[in-house]
């Protein structure tokens, strides 16, 4: 899936989810808004209706209605109280808008309940008609508060506000991880399928590099054979050039060979290998030639240390860079040391010979990359495609104190 589809795919929905919230958090707060109105409403109507009865009460007791609101606070929520007379005169009021009444027409129109803004918020206001306990008509004003209504819309927004940002956080923090995992499953993806064509293209190349080496073989064995008889019968002053023949033949023999062994799939048989042993056994084809030319040549590994692969080829791996190390070394050691880290087997081989240059190590790696007379440069390439073949690295580097450190990393465990 592209990158825009795959954005279209999770960000619309997201989108669909955030609006469907929105809709939803809309229609609560408007159902709150007009419940708590409601109750409101009814809650000032019933207090109307104590207010007037107690007035009404007042009044028929002589009370004058000048002095009528003073006798009671109203509820904790009222803001304003008033009385009047059958001529709207304001008989007795009191209010908390500082001198202020909102009961003249332009206030409330010909409305009996209305809703006025003040500084104080949202003001729910009723006007109710009665006639007193004197016998005459009076209109009692009673304002109460919503800002508890406010409070709550108020409340109810920032929980909404908090509550989307929380849910875009959520999904964009989902978003990013199923699109990175995305990401990383195409490039397994299109590692694996390139690793594939990769095999495949080597599978033919080696395929094609062994016929032609069959086909150059036997006309060479043949002719290897021709010399060596040529060699037999040729006079004295031919034959050093007759076996000069026979070794250039046979040092072609020996080029195809490793050239065919460097193009060949690596089988894999697999065992748990303890690593002293695999040290040991690849440094001894290597010890007479070592002592003859007096280069120490020590192998050093912990006891409880195992590698898991193919025997054969991790330790055609291990001589190949013993055998390096001991033709780079005229004076000193050759050390070949296994250790752990990490749960990783790694294993040093050193010398303190000549060293490598440092523009050749990028590229000694390389086949048919070598810097010896007569190399082939095919050792060190072989080395790396066993040690890759086992999901291990090897790579070199300069050793301060002179000569050449090879380190070997391998999946590796304890015995």
Known sequence: MK???????????????????????ALNRSFIRRSTEALAREQLAASARILESEASRLLGAGVPATEIIGRFAGPADA??????????????????????????????GSQDEWIIESPA?????????????????????????????EEMQSYSRRSFLLLAAAMAAVGLL???????LHRLTLARAEEAMAERKEKRRFQELSGFSAGIAHEIKNPLNGLALLLETLERRAPAELAADTALGRAEVERIARIIDQFSSAARPLEI?????????????????????????GIRLRTEAP??????GDRTLLLQ?????????????????????????????????????????EADLARIFDPFASNKPGGLGVGLFLTRKIIEAHDGTVAAEPRPEGGTRFRIDLPGGRT
């Open 269 to 293: 048989r697999g065992e748990r290998i303890p690593a002293g042993p695999l040290l040991r056994e690849a440094a001894e084809p290597l010890a007479e030639e070592a002592a003859r030319r």
């Open 174 to 180: 989902i978003l990013s991880g199923v699109y990175r």
């Open 317 to 357: 791996a291990l001589f190949n860079l013993l055998r390096n190390a001991v033709e780079a070394t005229e004076t000193g050691a050759v050390e070949i040391r296994a250790g752990r880290r990490h749960g990783r087997l790694l294993i040093d081989v050193e010398d303190t010979g000549r060293g490598i240059p």
């Open 3 to 25: 990158r825009s589809g795959l954005l279209a795919f999770f960000l619309l929905p997201a989108a669909g989810v955030l609006a469907l919230f929105f809709v939803q958090s």
């Open 79 to 108: 803001y304003f109280l008033a009385l009047s007379g059958a001529d709207d005169t304001v008989l007795s009021w009191s209010s908390r808008f500082e001198g202020y009444l909102p009961i003249g027409k332009a206030d409330r």
């Open 303 to 308: 006891g409880d240390l195992a590698v898991w």
């Open 121 to 149: 918020g949202a003001i729910l206001s009723l006007r109710r008609p009665f006639r007193g306990g004197d016998g005459r008509s009076y209109t009692l004003y009673i304002g109460y508060s919503l800002a508890r209504l």
